[in-house]
């Protein structure tokens, strides 16, 4: 069972920018990592994923369309971690955001692919 803790959420200005980062338990390097976020009484909504490394290529990313070009997603086997860096922040990226891994995943943008999850950071952006 491996265990995901998120931290890095907070309040920042719209423009601004955070890091989210997701400690395991326990070794990642069979997982797909991805990055979800959801506001009250909305469904969870995909974010980004990184897949496994393969041939030290770091793992093939995977981007929700508003998420191209402003947040980046990343891995360190060595860490048993993963982060999300988000840029240019807006308040509709105001949620909290979940870590969660999927073994011997595909970079999956369905949340039923991914078996273990965090219990989430706040981030919140205001205008």
């Known amino acids: 069972q491996v265990r995901l803790v998120e931290s890095g959420g907070g309040l920042v200005q719209a423009g601004g920018s955070l890091r989210l980062s997701c400690a395991a338990s326990?070794?990642?390097?069979?997982?797909?990592m991805g990055w979800f976020r959801q506001n009250p009484g909305k469904d969870r909504v995909f974010v980004a994923a990184?897949?496994?490394?393969?041939?030290?290529?770091?793992?093939?990313?995977y981007y929700a369309d508003f998420a191209k070009g402003r947040f980046t997603i990343s891995r360190d086997n060595a860490k048993n971690t993963a982060a999300l860096q988000m840029n240019n922040l807006s308040s509709d990226d105001t949620a909290v955001y979940y870590c969660?891994?999927?073994?011997?995943?595909?970079?999956?943008?369905?949340?039923?692919?991914?078996?273990?999850w965090g219990r989430g950071t706040q981030v919140t952006v205001s205008s």
């Open positions: 969660a891994a999927d073994l011997y995943g595909s970079g999956s943008t369905q949340t039923e692919e991914y078996e273990h």
């Open positions: 326990g070794p990642l390097s069979t997982y797909a």
């Open positions: 990184i897949t496994r490394s393969v041939a030290w290529d770091g793992g093939k990313q």
